[in-house]
């Protein structure tokens, strides 16, 4: 009965978690088109006819869809990931704090040492 109860409760906060990104990369996208539109009203005329139409909408069009992508679809994952982290390191801290401080230095180290090989190829 617990493991019925917290799935239900983890189905919840996915669908809320997925409704409010979704809600802001909307709002965003909205601020976005109006922004790009009045700076277009806003342009000479010649600057119209060096740039073809077309391809400035199309531009337009596929920045906004990137912006909405990464905010609706990245975003969350970047904040599961953080949030999972945070409750695992917690948790092992709250359990066995000396293999925790263990594993955790390895894995600073372990990351440093990417860092530095990344930057040297």
Sequence with gaps: MYFVGMSIMLAL???FQYV???????KVTRRLRRTYFRAALHQNIEFFQIHQS????KTISDDIKKV?????????AIVTAIIQVAAACVTAY???WRLSWVVNC???GCGLWVMIL???S
């Design 94 to 96: 709250t359990l066995t």
């Design 20 to 26: 409010c990104f979704r809600f802001v990369a909307l």
């Design 106 to 108: 390895l894995a600073i």
């Design 68 to 76: 909405t992508a990464s905010i609706s679809d990245t975003l969350p």
């Design 54 to 57: 077309h391809t400035f909408n």
């Design 13 to 15: 906060i996915a669908f």
């Design 118 to 120: 990344l930057k040297v």
